[in-house]
């Protein structure tokens, strides 16, 4: 089992800045990939970014130059630096971790609210 603590989530006005957090802890593989998910009301979940514990990166369209992925792997957290944020980033974010194999885990889920 793998257990997930987010944080940073808030409400900023368009053209902002907010740093999400994401702590794994539990049985944490060698190799894996952890990342961010968006689902804004009405919406399916969607990938924002992900990075592995190699440090190769994939970003959504929609967010790259304004986003940023890193990982610190002494402390199985990952964070995404998000700048110049707009209203249509509104969503509840969540953090995802999978190891090796299949299985991976989702976190509680942060909101982020952008005012125009």
């Known amino acids: 089992q793998v257990q997930l603590v987010e944080s940073g989530g808030g409400l900023v006005q368009a053209g902002g800045s907010l740093r999400l957090s994401c702590a794994a802890s539990?049985?944490?593989?060698?190799?894996?990939?952890m990342g961010w998910y968006s689902q804004a009301p009405g919406k399916q979940r969607e990938l924002v970014a992900v990075i592995s514990s190699g440090g190769s990166t994939t970003y959504a369209d929609s967010v790259k130059g304004r986003f940023t992925i890193s990982r610190d792997n002494a402390k199985n957290t990952v964070y995404l630096q998000m700048n110049s944020l707009k209203p249509e980033d509104t969503a509840v974010y969540y953090c995802r971790y999978q190891g090796l194999g299949t299985t991976y885990y989702w976190g509680q889920g942060t909101q982020v609210t952008v005012s125009s």
């Open positions: 539990g049985r944490i593989s060698s190799f894996n990939v």
